[in-house]
């Protein structure tokens, strides 16, 4: 939209003389660009978080499960051990 009396165009965040368009035009871009790469950045970051935690909970579910495997074997043990021992 070009406003009628200042030889300016409008644009939402202000007004940009006709002479200085392309350097508006370049610096919008850089910018753009730049928030492009922080985000990729953060999303990255983020990612990389997740696997490790991803990994520490696989390991901490590893050890539980080789703890109860644990539980499991003595409890069988017992059961078989109790007729020998007269525990019925």
């Given at each position: 939209?070009?406003?009628?009396?200042?030889?300016?165009?409008?644009?939402?965040?202000?007004?940009?003389?006709?002479?200085?368009?392309?350097?508006?035009?370049?610096?919008?871009?850089?910018?753009?660009?730049?928030?492009?790469?922080?985000?990729?950045?953060?999303?990255?970051?983020?990612?990389?978080?997740?696997?490790?935690?991803?990994?520490?909970?696989?390991?901490?579910?590893?050890?539980?499960?080789?703890?109860m495997?644990?539980?499991?074997?003595d409890?069988?043990?017992?059961?078989?051990?109790?007729?020998?021992?007269?525990?019925?």
């Open positions: 939209c070009v406003s009628k009396h200042s030889g300016q165009y409008r644009w939402p965040l202000g007004h940009v003389a006709p002479t200085h368009i392309d350097a508006h035009m370049r610096s919008v871009q850089i910018r753009h660009e730049r928030a492009e790469r922080q985000w990729r950045d953060a999303v990255s970051k983020l990612g990389a978080g997740a696997s490790s935690r991803k990994k520490e909970n696989v390991k901490m579910r590893t050890q539980e499960f080789e703890r495997l644990g539980f499991v074997e409890a069988g043990k017992s059961i078989i051990a109790a007729p020998l021992f007269g525990y019925e």
